[in-house]
């Protein structure tokens, strides 16, 4: 029996009290809270995306077209989100999707989200691009469950490296993202002149790695800094990489594998191929290709493609309970939240993402129940129409 949506039952007791959410629960209205809060670097870098922002545009439109249509009537009492995706388990399809350089939004970054996470039993996926070492927040996240994001450095044994460590400090899947081996064209950040990474954050798995200090002469220092620099912008990504290569990450990666970044039911069944263990439908939240399809439209082809094969997961515009259930119901096993987590961390740290995710999760299977739905598995094209 889920108890998700005990959230809204514990707000309207606290009011009794005269205690408020220290949030807004319509999680729409975090972006315009935190553009108030931040810096316009770091609110700039955040809420971007690539060119003129058709494609984050789209992301959300994709969301307004499908309709969900209760159905009444059909013992709805007991509850049951759980799921269990690439060996994880969950209360609910719902993880934290990997997001770099968070000390710009909080100076605890990942390790307040990393508490956050493991406080409400969500799993956090870990980008290669965080603020703080992968050691230190899997110890901010202690039993909680989490994988590894990689950005696939072009020095392979740097990629081992990063592998391993992982592997030690109990990531248990790894999320390769394919459409950032180089960043795109990102109006806000150029205005501004502004890239977290060559300003030393969002570098701390590079500079903490063995195999990286070794090719700068030794640990970061000041001395070796700009040498340091460089060698991450030389190695950040790698545009040469094909298909063929997965067969390296296979080999050194003994967990579930998923690519992130899929958009193309081709490229899909290519991954399955290749013999990974999940895609996930992203399109990065339009940040990449400005002008690229909606992630949400591009989410169905792949489902009717893979998704008796291998786990299709997705991204992109994710920002409700209802849009988790469309994007549930067009396809996905499960659903990755991305910058209404951010925000959170912005506007509250760990209780800011904390927050975050309860809304989601009691929003999430409020609207279920409110359709006629118990279990994720009921979930399918039935629930929808076309707006
Ligand atoms: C500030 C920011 C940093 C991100 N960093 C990463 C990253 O390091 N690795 C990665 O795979 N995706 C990264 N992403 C993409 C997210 O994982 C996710 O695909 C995207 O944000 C989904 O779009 P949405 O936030 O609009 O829902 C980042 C996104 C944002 C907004």
């Known amino acids: 029996m889920s108890a998700l949506a005990d959230f809204q039952n514990e707000i309207y007791l606290k009011g009794l009290g005269d205690v408020l959410p220290e949030l807004p629960t319509d999680l729409t209205g975090l972006e315009g809270l935190a553009e108030r809060r931040l810096s316009a670097q770091a609110f700039g870098y955040v809420a971007g995306s690539a060119g003129s922002e058709a494609t984050a545009r789209a992301n959300r439109a994709a969301f307004d077209r499908w309709r969900i249509v209760p159905r009444m009537l059909r013992d709805v009492a007991e509850r049951d989100l759980s799921v269990r995706v690439l060996g994880t388990a969950m209360p609910a399809p719902v993880l934290l999707a990997p997001i770099g350089v968070q000390s710009i939004l909080h100076p605890d970054g990942e390790l307040a989200v990393a508490r956050a996470a493991q406080a409400a039993g969500v799993p956090m996926v870990l980008s290669t691009a965080s603020s703080y070492a992968m050691e230190d927040v899997a110890e901010a996240n202690g039993d909680g469950a989490r994988w590894y994001q990689l950005y696939w450095p072009k020095d392979r044994d740097l990629a081992v490296s990063f592998l391993e460590r992982a592997k030690a400090a109990g990531y248990t899947a790894l999320v390769v993202t394919l459409d950032t081996f180089t960043l795109a064209w990102r109006p ?24 990286f200090q070794q090719a ?6 000041d001395a070796n ?13 790698n545009p040469s990489l094909t298909w063929e290569d997965l067969a390296f990450l296979r080999e050194h990666w003994d967990g579930p594998i998923a690519l992130k970044g899929i ?9 399955v191929h290749a013999g990974m263990d999940a895609v996930i439908v992203s399109n990065h939240g339009g940040r990449q290709v400005d002008g690229a399809v909606a992630s949400l439209d591009a989410l169905p082809a792949v489902a009717d493609a893979v998704g008796n094969q ?14 988790v259930v469309k994007a549930l119901a067009l396809g996905a096993q499960a659903v990755l939240v991305a910058r209404p987590y951010a925000y959170g961390l912005a506007l509250g740290g760990e209780a800011g993402v904390r927050h975050v995710l309860r809304c989601i999760l009691a929003e999430l299977e409020l609207t279920m129940t409110l359709s006629g739905l118990t279990r994720p598995d009921e979930l399918s094209l039935d629930t929808l129409v076309r707006a």
């Open 216 to 221: 700068v002469g030794g640990p970061v220092t």
């Open 263 to 271: 958009q193309h039911p081709d490229d899909a069944r290519r991954a």
């Open 188 to 211: 806000r950040d150029l205005d501004q002149a502004y890239l977290p990474f060559l300003r030393g954050i969002g570098v701390a798995n590079y500079f903490s790695d063995p195999v």
């Open 225 to 237: 800094r700009d040498t340091a620099l460089l060698h991450w912008i030389a190695n950040f990504g």
């Open 310 to 323: 291998i786990s299709v997961l997705f991204d992109s515009g994710v920002r409700t309970g209802a849009d």
